[in-house]
């Protein structure tokens, strides 16, 4: 599984990166400061499974396609 680290991107370039790994991969796993809970329901409404965690430190935040 692709591990993408948002963390210290800037907001806007977090989507379109997130999306193009997904369409590379099919699943990501994705690194962030904050639960991404906009991007996570319009992933959902698209069809993709979603699982978040927090690990303390950061959100881990699986994507696949279902």
């Known amino acids: 599984m692709e591990v993408v680290d948002v963390r210290g991107l800037p907001h806007p370039e977090r989507p379109p990166l997130i999306m193009k790994k997904l369409k590379e991969h099919g699943e990501v796993e994705i690194w962030v400061e904050i639960e991404p ?30």
């Open 37 to 66: 809970k906009p991007l996570m329901t319009m992933l959902k409404q698209q069809g993709y499974s979603i699982e978040s965690s927090f690990d303390g430190e950061k959100w881990v935040v699986r994507i696949r396609r279902q």
